[in-house]
């Protein structure tokens, strides 16, 4: 059957309820600790944009997604497509972003550092379309976003305690203050910082930076320290399957699930045929056409679901429909973050009623007054965030801090996140190497 | 992470934006020729129930499903425990329905006369609520359902002509206006008929009620008499794995797809491992929990969705969306059917990308004045409906007519479907057999 011709609707079809006006693209920066990671460490500043898309009737809706100038293109040529299009009609907002990516070669833009480089160009720059028409439909209508994606199942979204190996501070700046953590009684002292002030009731440590063996002390300590919390460990993908079988076996007693051991889906699949481990991923599965190889090879029992690679809330409420259908667990991944993609994710798990896990969020690791939007709504208490039930999202949108984060951006310089050159530029023998062990 | 409690909302959620008041379930009859099938034939009435959702603010919703007695107990038992529910609560409509259903040995009520007997208990009452609920909706925020499902991509769905085997008329009463068709001749006049009537471009005949050569010699008739016309020939799974491969083979250069040659994954998978032709089924995958196995196997091409069975209007958005994920194509399934159930088909239809052939309907053997809907706005013209644009469904209930076709079912004193028995009351030989050659 036809779809609609590319340049309107239809005569016949219903008229647009709320068309797109303008688009603002706008990239911010936000202070960032030196938090380590497989490909090397985060750099002062985390990149985000924040995408603002006005309809008709004075009302906006807001996105949140990676700031790399490669993606901030992108998103400026998918917006300007974008005006005229009925923000109720996400259906075709998808096929103009589609359209506006038809002679795009697919380089640069995936905002994870080269930890995830595989993830769909369209479903990536779609995202923060899909989360802001559906904050704009909310708005219209008087619901929450939770709502739109088929009703809330729950009043409150649990996340994880998610613990980093870091230095003490940046390279010529003041130590932060969450101090170092580079063995396992520093990742027990800052697990009992983070449970102190969020009360978590899950924890996940962000391995793949030293010997396995080392990570894997760490996980004993942590299970020591705090008995009965479910524990995960996060290598990015950089064990070997030897390794990884015998981190493992090591390991079974102790994890709730094993996250990307290693990094393909035949990998992984044979990791998960040699140990008694949920393994969990989002880095071999990371796209729709993911799902059916990986589904094939019995390679994950859990999927990391994020609507920022996944096309958005109305995507990942597929993602979550077809995890129930295959009997693959749901749990939810974080990048570095603001507040809008925070209200959005807690939307998404408010509604979907298998993510089975607390969810991972960077949330903590960004100091309160860094942010895009107005404070207050999103509290992370008892290790869970209520739901915002006020229409759309639920966060609004602060100009004046808008405006301050995105000078600092321009002041800071960074252009896409790159944590492999800034650990290089520190340790200049540091080589990306995966597997490393 | 823990989920409302089925009491009610808790504390902190949104308060309920349309809470359920009432629900009625209605049984109804309207006159059905003497269609034949592999099962039997249609008996003089085909029982349908009209679900009407009331919800606060005096606003109620559609919904259209199976009228076997059996499904009316489940309905009715479904419809108190949703009292309180809020119709923009999807997700708890669903749970509600679900809990309605614990004790349930799931006996009868399949309403398609012992064809399709493994769909899914929960989805098939489920499913005329969820439309219900999505009318409730659509006309609280005054947008089309095809809006609430993600945006219509086309204004008009097109529809192909369904030929059946008939007798002139059932025994005892007048010859209908279609006539008999008993050979190819006879299906070429009725397929002239439709055309004429619909502009129908995409044919469909029942089969599995004559010997397979004799209704293969009925489609070589049709593409002799309508060339480049779109034919398709569906068995119901009575044909052997060698019979469906030789008739397979006949028919490849005339098809556009064989419907459940066989009755099972694993025989229509043997069958489609054997012929060039794409296998569609409503018989073989009816639940999400038949996609795993059937796409392991690749079984079939084309799934014919049907949201009577699919659990309604938005778990079938699920399955276009597990179409699309795991390379399936769509199209349509239909049952004997009333305007409610026209319009939901149609809304979703709308709102679906990928349904890639003209759906099936049995439309036009309805008298037109056999309807519980206000006629005018659901009408096939050049082989496809006009999407209606008005708010919810965009149909109207037509109070009387309700009351007539209630009337009807009482008088009819059907309690369920069943051609079987219907067909052995006038030929006592006719035996129930798949496979039957």
Redesign the interface.
């Known amino acids: 059957?036809?779809?609609?011709s590319s340049a309107g609707l239809?005569?016949?079809?219903?008229a647009p309820?709320s068309p797109i006006t303008a688009v603002q693209v706008v990239p911010v920066a936000f202070a960032d600790p030196p938090l380590l990671n497989s490909v090397g460490v985060h750099e002062p500043f985390a990149l985000r944009a924040i995408v603002i898309v006005h309809a008709s009737g004075g009302v906006h809706g807001l996105g949140e997604t990676y700031g790399d100038s490669a993606h901030l293109a992108r998103l400026e040529r998918a917006g300007k497509l974008l005006i005229g299009t009925?923000a109720?009609?996400?259906?075709?907002?998808a096929?103009r972003v589609e359209q506006s990516l038809v002679d795009d070669a697919g380089t640069g833009g995936h905002g994870t550092g080269g930890m995830v480089t595989t993830t769909s160009l369209t479903d990536r720059v779609l995202s923060a379309f899909d989360v802001a028409c559906l904050d704009i439909q909310g708005k219209v209508?008087?619901?929450?976003v939770?709502?739109l994606l088929?009703?809330?199942?729950?009043?409150?979204?649990?996340f994880s305690g998610y613990l980093f190996y870091k230095w003490a501070g940046h390279p010529g700046a003041e130590p932060d203050a969450w101090g170092e953590a580079l063995d396992p009684a520093g990742i027990v002292a800052q697990a009992h910082r983070m449970i102190d002030r969020y009360g978590f009731t899950a924890l996940k440590l962000k391995g793949g930076v030293f010997v396995p063996d080392q990570e894997a002390a760490a996980i004993e300590a942590l299970r020591a320290e705090f008995p009965g919390m479910p524990l995960r460990i996060d290598p990015n993908g950089v064990w070997t399957v030897e390794t990884a079988i015998r981190m493992g076996h090591r390991l079974e007693p102790v994890l709730e699930y094993l996250e990307d051991p290693c990094l393909s889906i035949a990998d992984n699949a044979a990791v998960r045929s040699a140990i008694n481990l949920p393994i969990a991923t989002n880095m071999c599965v990371v796209s729709?056409n993911d799902?059916?190889p990986a589904?094939?090879a019995h390679a994950v029992d859990v999927v990391l679901s994020d609507h920022h690679f996944w096309g958005g809330l109305?995507?990942s409420?597929?993602l979550a429909?077809?995890a129930?259908?295959?009997?693959l667990r749901l749990s939810m991944h974080s990048n570095s973050h603001l507040g809008i993609s925070f209200a959005a994710m807690i939307q998404l798990?408010a509604?979907t009623?298998n993510?089975?896990y607390?969810c991972d969020t960077h949330w903590p690791w960004k100091r309160a007054e860094d942010d895009v939007i107005r404070p207050g709504v999103l509290e992370i208490r008892d290790g869970a965030v209520?739901?915002p039930?006020a229409p759309g999202l639920g966060v609004e949108l602060d100009e004046q801090a808008l405006a301050r984060l995105h000078q600092q951006y321009l002041d800071c310089g960074l252009k896409k996140r790159d944590d492999t050159s800034y650990m290089q530029s520190i340790h200049p023998e540091f080589e990306l190497k995966s597997p490393r062990w």
């Open positions: 059957m036809s779809e609609h239809l005569p016949g079809t219903n309820r009925d109720f009609n996400l259906n075709q907002v096929a209508l008087g619901v929450p939770s709502t088929g009703g809330a199942v729950r009043d409150a979204v649990d729709f799902l059916p589904i094939e109305s995507r409420r597929l429909g077809i129930r259908t295959f009997d798990a509604a009623s993510i089975d607390a209520k739901v039930t």
